[in-house]
């Protein structure tokens, strides 16, 4: 059964110091300090130290081979974005991180697809790189879960979701910078309890903004199952419908009228949650993630959803047909 994981992060062994480069800021670059490992620093700052599966491919399909996963969709890791950089430095840093992947998949048709970033911060340069990594190639972009603090409905986004839409560009929608950090730093609550917020804040944002209205034919992923959105479903339609003048004001649809039109990856480490997003997603609508090669993945590639019981069908459209359907994309490409 081909399997398709749409949820990985990769970056290049080497990236230039772009600090040094452009000046300022505190951009993220990578100490070779031991053999297969490295130290992602942010300025002087320690940030994660990475292995070499973060960006050696061939180590990558290796490991991916004990999981019977054939493809890996790739993207950087969110942390690269940069979105608070002069936007011309982001656009140069955009470039670099989409090359390296651009060069992955000409290389490795059959085991890697790409995802771009691009500079958010500044639409009319966001779509100049959208339309250079379509020519080149890549099918679709990750975008962060708000951008400089700002939500995604904003107006000054919406011509980068419309060029996506016009492009076929698929969207993933990633969890970074987030809610309530500098609060909650103990037990790691921004990522156990901060990035599923964001998701949600991003669907919401989406939804109650009325993107997926104006865009009907855009292709969204959100990451870890959607964060707290599907699991707050009730409330959050619940809210629409008792306080409408504060809730409907851009976009008179129930939310729940939307599940099933976006989508949203396995991350769920949990099968009677993946069971609850099957129930409101539909399995055509759920994507095979895991968030390799980081802890928090699940680093067992959807092994707990074989386990699972789940007709053959069911297992196919979450471990390839739902993502190639996102992505645009079809099984011969992979399968010879
Ligand atoms: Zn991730």
């Not at 990985?8 to 951009?27: A, C, Q, R, V």
């Not at 470039?95 to 085991?111: A, T, W």
């Not at 992923?221 to 409408?244: D, K, M, V, Y």
């Not at 959807?302 to 739902?322: H, P, Y």
């Amino acid at each position: 059964m081909l399997k398709i994981d749409s949820h990985t992060h990769i970056l290049p062994k080497k990236m230039p110091n772009w600090s040094e480069k452009f000046g300022y800021g505190d951009f993220i670059y990578l100490q070779h300090h031991k053999k297969g490992f490295a130290k992602m620093m942010r300025g002087n700052q320690f940030f994660r130290e990475i292995k070499e599966n973060c960006w050696n491919a061939d180590l990558r399909i290796e490991e991916y081979s004990h999981f019977k996963t054939q493809v890996q969709v790739v993207c950087t890791i969110p942390v690269m974005f940069s979105y608070w950089a002069k936007p011309v430095d982001c656009q140069e840093l955009s470039r670099f991180l989409n090359d390296h992947i651009i060069e992955l998949v000409e290389q490795y048709p059959k085991n890697y697809v790409g995802l771009g970033t691009v500079p958010m911060q500044d639409a009319e340069l966001a779509i100049q790189e959208l339309e250079r990594i379509k020519k080149a190639g890549m099918v679709g972009i990750q975008v962060g879960s708000n951008i400089n603090d700002e939500n995604l409905n904003e107006e000054r986004f919406f011509p980068i979701f419309e060029a996506c839409e016009r492009l076929g560009l698929a969207v993933l929608v990633h969890p970074w910078n987030m809610m309530g950090q500098k609060n909650m730093q103990r037990y790691w609550l921004p990522w156990l309890v901060g990035m599923p917020a964001e998701t949600a804040r991003a669907v919401c944002s989406m939804i109650f903004g009325g993107i997926f209205e104006r865009l009907p034919k855009l292709r969204v992923n959100f990451a870890h199952a959607g964060g707290s959105f599907l699991a707050t479903i009730g409330r959050i339609e619940h809210g629409f419908e008792c306080r409408p003048d504060l809730v409907a004001i851009d976009n008179p649809v129930n939310p729940r009228q939307y599940l099933g039109k976006f989508w949203v990856d396995s991350i769920t480490h949990d099968p009677l949650m993946l069971e609850l997003v099957l129930k409101l997603q539909g399995s055509r609508r759920i994507t095979l993630g895991s968030d390799y090669p980081f802890p928090l993945g699940d680093l067992t590639i959807g092994k707990f959803i074989e386990d699972m019981k789940l007709s053959r069908q069911v297992q196919e459209d979450i471990f390839s047909n739902a993502a190639l359907e996102w992505l645009g994309l079809s099984k011969k490409e992979f399968v010879s």
